[in-house]
């Protein structure tokens, strides 16, 4: 005879509680009355296995530093929005809970076990990415049924075009509208024609050569008896690699000559200093949804410093100096590895936060520079957005399929402007030091739990279906019902945000709204309804 809890429908009914543990019996039943193609496939004691998992999953986990708890709180809490006192919970559509993801141990020794929670890699595999989902109880498998799509590179378009509602693929079709540097610098541009220049006046001027050579030479006419500098990197490479700075016109032209293309921006000459030292920051970025627009900002980050002292006259070939990368500056003889990430303030590598106090006791308006960088980072991903929205609206079969991490490389000067020099598509996911598996670490797993992983049992669950991106569900005939649901999903994803704040949608997204090709319906709604 079966022990109580042995029977399928007790190990249902015990799904539906840890899931929906609000959820009243008749809710309970209906749920048990849905087609069951998660469970129905799974074998009892995998079922049995999973449960002990995902209960083995705390809801917070214990995060060490206090300084991040406390500051991660207050920030949340200064950007709850006011719908937060709204009335969503009388939506008829059931709630869908979602799996919470714990960092990273930085363990070698996972035992995994097959609960049916499958990831898959595009490119090579990414130690932080495989040990986090494993300590979280996924596992590699390249057959169809994974959860979890992540790469480096590019997607190619038939992964999107087969993705089943319950799959996360980690990128956006197109974003390399924003990731690739002549692309980005030609989108921002268009911005700064249409919406005007002061409002899009965040990447420091910039040409595309070859083919915008004789417009650079004649602007450069224009201005060369102020010696200007100018700094010229391949348009589609990264770590520093081929970058060189230059204040002689002939090094440019010189680079006519080889086939390749190349990005040149005038050098901001007087950057932010700390201990005489230059220093960028890497600002982790997510979007969660294209239509509508969702953005997040992680709190936490980085800010990477050269090596040797500032000098705005120094030999320019100097990239000690001059460059601010980590791939850079790790071999130089003056580099300090952060040892120790409680100490978060030494080294040539420290967290955004540490940082960020650093600068509130050095009497710094941190506040005003970090404003203006979620304002840069709104305006960079809507000068994108149109393209983004139309390749998932041909390739993507679901609003759900796809997020996006984003490294925004920002300087920051001595007038306290924040300068975007690039976004990251594939932002490093290296642990090269105990603080990059602390601040990655945790950005990771709040990212995951972030996006909506769904459990199993919920994978053809309804609210995730109907809303496929060409179906014949009529969002006009539904619109109540359709509405109910996205702001309820919008709802739902902002309680999940942990460390991410959430820079769109807010009771600020009207300031925005001018600079969309398209005002988009769904957007429309948030904005609304954050008002
Ligand atoms: P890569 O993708 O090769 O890292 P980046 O655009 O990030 O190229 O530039 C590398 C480094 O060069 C930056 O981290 C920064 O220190 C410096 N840098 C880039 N652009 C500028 C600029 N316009 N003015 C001053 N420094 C810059």
Redesign the pocket.
């Known amino acids: 005879m079966n022990s109580p809890g042995d029977s399928i429908d007790d190990i249902i009914s015990l799904l539906n509680k840890h899931y929906h543990p609000n959820c009243n019996q008749e809710q309970q039943s209906q749920q048990n009355s849905r087609p069951k193609a998660g469970i129905g496939n799974v074998m009892l004691p995998q079922i049995k296995q999973q449960l002990n998992v995902l209960s083995a999953i705390p809801n917070t986990y214990n995060n060490n530093s206090d300084k991040f708890k406390r500051k991660a709180a207050s920030l949340n809490r200064q950007q709850q929005p006011k719908s937060q006192t709204k009335d969503t919970n009388s939506f008829l559509i059931p709630m869908t809970r979602y799996l919470t993801f714990k960092p990273y141990s930085g363990s070698t020794d996972i035992i995994i076990n097959d609960v049916g929670y499958y990831y898959k890699f595009g490119s090579s595999p990414i130690k932080l990415v495989k040990g986090l989902l494993e300590e979280n109880g996924f596992k590699e498998n390249n057959d169809k049924n994974w959860t979890l799509y992540w790469s480096s590179c590019a997607i190619r378009s038939e992964i999107y075009t087969n993705l089943f509602a319950y799959q996360k693929v980690c990128h956006f079709p197109k974003s390399y509208e924003m990731t690739r540097?002549d692309l980005m610098h030609r989108n921002i541009s268009k911005m700064q024609i249409n919406h005007g220049f002061i409002n899009f006046n965040f990447i420091?001027k910039t040409y595309i050569l070859p083919a915008e050579m004789s417009y650079f030479l004649e602007e450069h006419e224009k201005i060369k008896n102020n010696n200007p500098v100018y700094?010229c990197?391949p348009h589609a490479?990264?770590?520093?690699?081929?970058?060189f700075?230059t204040d002689k016109i002939q090094d440019i032209l010189n680079k006519q000559n080889s086939n390749n293309s190349y990005v040149v921006?005038?050098?901001?000459?007087k950057?932010l200093l700390i201990n005489n030292l230059?220093f960028?920051l890497r600002i982790y970025v997510a979007i969660t949804c294209i239509n509508p627009l969702r953005i997040y900002v992680y709190q936490d980050g980085l800010a990477?410093f050269?090596t040797e002292a500032y000098n705005p006259d120094s030999v320019k070939q100097n990239r000690f100096v001059?460059?601010?990368?980590y791939?850079?500056n790790k071999d130089s003889p003056n580099f300090v590895a952060n040892q120790d990430p409680t100490l978060d303030y030494l080294g040539s590598k420290w967290s955004l936060l540490a940082l960020r106090e650093y600068l509130k006791l050095n009497k710094i308006n941190e506040q005003q520079i970090f404003e203006r960088i979620e304002d840069l980072i709104i305006k960079t991903i809507i000068s994108v957005e149109s393209a983004i929205f139309q390749a998932c609206e041909m390739n993507v079969p679901f609003r759900s399929n796809c997020f996006s991490l984003f490294g925004f490389?920002v300087?920051v000067d001595q007038f306290l402007k924040p300068?975007l020099?690039?976004v990251?598509f594939s932002p490093s996911l290296n642990i090269d030091a105990p603080l990059d598996l602390k601040i990655k670490g945790e950005m990771l797993a709040d990212l995951f739990t972030l996006i909506g992983i769904v459990p199993l049992d919920q994978r053809f669950s309804q609210d995730l279906s109907y809303v496929r991106n060409q179906s014949n569900y009529d969002v006009k005939k539904h619109q109540q019902e359709f509405e109910k649901y996205i702001l309820k999903e919008t709802e739902e994803e902002f309680k999940r945000s942990r460390g991410w704040k959430r820079l769109y949608p807010s009771d600020q997204s009207s300031r925005y709204s001018k600079y969309f090709e398209s005002d988009r319906p769904l957007n429309a709604l948030l904005r609304n309804y954050y008002k």
């Open positions: 540097k420091p700094i990197k490479s990264s770590q520093g690699k081929g970058i700075i921006s005038h050098y901001i000459d950057p230059k960028d990477r050269a001059h460059l601010t990368n791939s850079v490389d300087l300068w020099l690039e990251n």
